[in-house]
């Protein structure tokens, strides 16, 4: 098992004393999941890239923007947002830490409003 506040400090040490100002470990494989976390010194940017399929970031550390072709977001530490399928980029706006959790995949899943879609939300506890 893994510890995130003794991987987010690690890596934002490592992302320090790189000469990038970044640092980043996928510590969950596990099929098409994939969790990572990424750290990034203020001013680093990670360059528009192509999203997987579904993905969600949590801010674990600092402040960084959210960018797609349209519109930018800014999230700070504790928030988290679901991410659009499409060309992103993000960019430290100060010392910052994230979670990265993608499917890789989505072949068998169903989506909202789909034929096999159950309805119920997985937080939803059927009570």
């Not at 893994?2 to 100002?21: F, M, N, V, W, Y």
């Not at 990572?36 to 399929?53: F, K, Y």
């Not at 960019?91 to 499917?103: G, I, K, N, R």
């Amino acid at each position: 098992m893994d510890d995130l506040p003794t991987l987010a400090r690690r890596h934002l040490d490592q992302a320090k004393e790189d000469p990038h100002g970044r640092s980043a470990h996928l510590f969950l494989h596990s099929g098409p999941l994939r969790q990572s976390v990424i750290a990034l010194v203020s001013g680093t940017a990670l360059d528009e890239h192509n999203a997987p399929p579904a993905a969600s970031l949590q801010v674990l550390h600092g402040h960084v923007r959210l960018t797609t072709h349209d519109r930018q977001q800014d999230l700070i530490a504790g928030q988290v947002q679901c991410l659009p399928p499409e060309r992103q980029g993000l960019t430290a706006v100060q010392d910052s830490v994230v979670l990265l959790t993608a499917v890789t995949a989505t072949t068998g899943c169903p989506t909202p409003g789909d034929p096999g879609d159950t309805g119920v939300d997985s937080g939803d506890t059927g009570d």
